[in-house]
T-cell receptor, first 110, second 115 residues
Framework: GIQVEQSPPDLILQEGANSTLRCNFS?????LQWFHQNPWGQLINLFY???GTKQNGRLSATTVATERYSLLYISSSQTTDSGVYFC????????????FGKGTTLSVSS | DSGVTQTPKHLITATGQRVTLRCSPR?????VYWYQQSLDQGLQFLIH???????AKGNILERFSAQQFPDLHSELNLSSLELGDSALYFC??????????????FGPGTRLTVL
């Protein structure tokens, strides 16, 4: 099946710093989503981005479908950005289920 | 708030017992998905229902079953519970035809602890 790899696995930042999270996937996809799981366990939709670039406040994302990767940019990080960031895809060859990567754990300190 | 609701938020039970988790999708969404998040397996797809019918099945154990009712809410039944079933169970919903290119929205999850 499709492989979804996220890097780095862990990231520690000072408040105000910028960061880039990467998601590589091994096959063509119909759907790609980025999520933030907060310390209370909630999965929050950040972006639905099977291709192209989107921005929402301090966050932006780019997916280059032909090269099978997506990037999530966080600028001017805040302590509330802490948590786990997941990339998830629906493979083009099979089904409707989201296949999740293992996530990047981000810790932002003040 | 995604618009997807799940009850209960927390559930503590004993091995061998049976529990039911409930999910109400966003208004108008016909698809409901169930996912399990455990420490060792990460986030895994269990099952997908579209307008009352099973559409896709993932790594769902035979001890687990689900259904989607005419009002579109869904229930996930877990029976003969084992310690390893302790996990966070998420429900997600999506609109339109439940096809592969539709964004999925997640509920707050039910945290199941099996003692």
């Amino acid at each position: 099946g499709i492989q979804v790899e996220q890097s780095p696995p862990d990231l520690i930042l000072q408040e105000g710093a910028n960061s880039t999270l990467r998601c590589n996937f091994s096959d063509s996809v119909n759907n790609l989503q980025w999520f933030h799981q907060n310390p209370w366990g909630q999965l929050i939709n950040l972006f639905y981005i099977p291709s192209g670039t989107k921005q929402n406040g301090r966050l932006s994302a780019t997916t280059v479908a032909t090269e099978r990767y997506s990037l999530l940019y966080i600028s001017s990080s805040q302590t509330t950005d802490s948590g786990v960031y997941f990339c998830a895809v629906v493979p083009r060859r099979a089904g409707t289920a989201l296949i999740f990567g293992k996530g990047t754990t981000l810790s932002v300190s003040s | 708030d995604s618009g997807v609701t799940q009850t209960p938020k927390h559930l503590i039970t004993a091995t061998g017992q049976r529990v039911t988790l409930r999910c109400s999708p966003r208004s108008g969404d016909l698809s409901v998905y169930w996912y399990q998040q455990s420490l060792d397996q990460g986030l895994q797809f269990l099952i997908h229902y579209y307008n009352g019918e099973e559409r896709a099945k993932g790594n769902i154990l035979e001890r687990f079953s689900a259904q989607q009712f005419p009002d579109l809410h869904s229930e996930l039944n877990l029976s003969s519970l084992e310690l390893g079933d302790s996990a966070l169970y998420f429900c997600a919903s999506s609109g339109d035809a439940g096809g592969p290119i539709i964004e999925q929205f997640f509920g707050p999850g039910t945290r199941l602890t099996v003692l």
